[in-house]
């Protein structure tokens, strides 16, 4: 994927909280369409009362933030950051320090650290300390490496919109299981579809692999990571390990199918 800052877009963010909602319109009523995890970064694109038009730098994903939750970086410090190796947090949940303002919060699995050295960072005015597990993002992704940070997301609510250990969607699954394992995915199941290379027949698809379900009118509604064992783990409910096979996802639970195969899809 092709890097995501433009020039010309003259104000920027730095994810400063745990988590920001990203919604659909500029109103606290209006769904939930992403999130923004700690040491994210975006661009403004527009404004309209007590809210700011965001683009995420990580997938070009567009949405609504409220101002209160906006921490603005120079452009300068923004291109630093970007520019900068990035670490992420492997715990679901650790206590992070601003030393600036003597304070701690929670940061979520997924979290992003630029530039991390010696459990230390800065971003804009501020300098943070980390004590928890991280890991530098691969230059290369792993199939087993995806396999591996799904499973940290095991048992985690469905949410529309999520994408923390706390409630995430399907999408939001396959792109923070990927993106622990160094590969950038789109936002939504009808956009990573358009990713990668189609596998045909299931008797080729290995684990790792992405398996796309639709509705009856032929939508892209649904998407999972295949596992070994003819198993997939996937966001619906919750997240959860249900076997699958030519026809869909079979629910263990229920002992009926629950979505409908379309496509796969080979992203490493």
């Known amino acids: 994927?092709?890097?995501?800052?433009?020039?010309?877009?003259?104000?920027?963010?730095f994810c400063n909280q745990s988590l920001i909602p990203v919604r659909t319109e500029p109103s606290h009523r209006s769904e939930l369409c992403s999130e923004l995890l700690f040491g994210e970064l975006y661009s403004i694109l527009d404004s309209f009362e007590d809210w700011l038009q965001i683009r995420i730098i990580y997938d070009n994903y567009e949405?609504?933030?409220?101002?209160?939750?906006?921490?603005?970086?120079?452009?300068?410090?923004?291109?630093?950051?970007?520019?900068?190796?990035?670490?992420?947090?492997?715990?679901?949940?650790?206590?992070?320090?601003?030393?600036?303002?003597?304070?701690?919060?929670?940061?979520?699995?997924?979290?992003?650290?630029?530039?991390l050295n010696k459990q230390a960072f800065s971003a804009g005015e501020y300098e943070y300390f980390f004590e928890g597990f991280t890991e530098v993002i691969p230059q290369a992704g792993q199939r087993e490496k995806v396999l591996e940070m799904a499973l940290m997301y095991l048992h985690a609510p469905y949410t529309w919109g999520g994408r923390s250990p706390f409630g995430i969607d399907c999408s939001g699954f396959s792109q923070m299981a990927y993106k622990l394992a160094g590969v950038q995915l789109l936002r939504d199941s009808t956009h990573q579809a358009l990713q990668g290379e189609t596998i045909n027949f299931i008797s080729d698809a290995r684990p790792g692999d992405l398996m796309f379900f639709d509705d009856e009118e032929g939508m892209i509604t649904h998407v999972g990571i295949l596992m070994p064992e003819e198993k997939i783990i996937h966001s619906s409910g919750q997240v959860r390990i249900d076997r699958v096979d030519h026809q869909g996802i079979y629910n263990i639970d229920s002992g009926q199918y629950s979505h409908k195969l379309r496509l796969i899809k080979k992203i490493l």
């Open 63 to 115: 949405g609504w933030i409220h101002k209160s939750s906006f921490y603005e970086v120079s452009e300068d410090e923004f291109k630093r950051l970007h520019e900068l190796p990035c670490s992420v947090s492997t715990e679901v949940v650790q206590l992070i320090e601003n030393r600036s303002l003597q304070s701690w919060f929670p940061i979520l699995l997924g979290s992003s650290f630029h530039g």
């Open 1 to 13: 994927m092709e890097t995501l800052y433009k020039e010309g877009l003259n104000s920027f963010g």
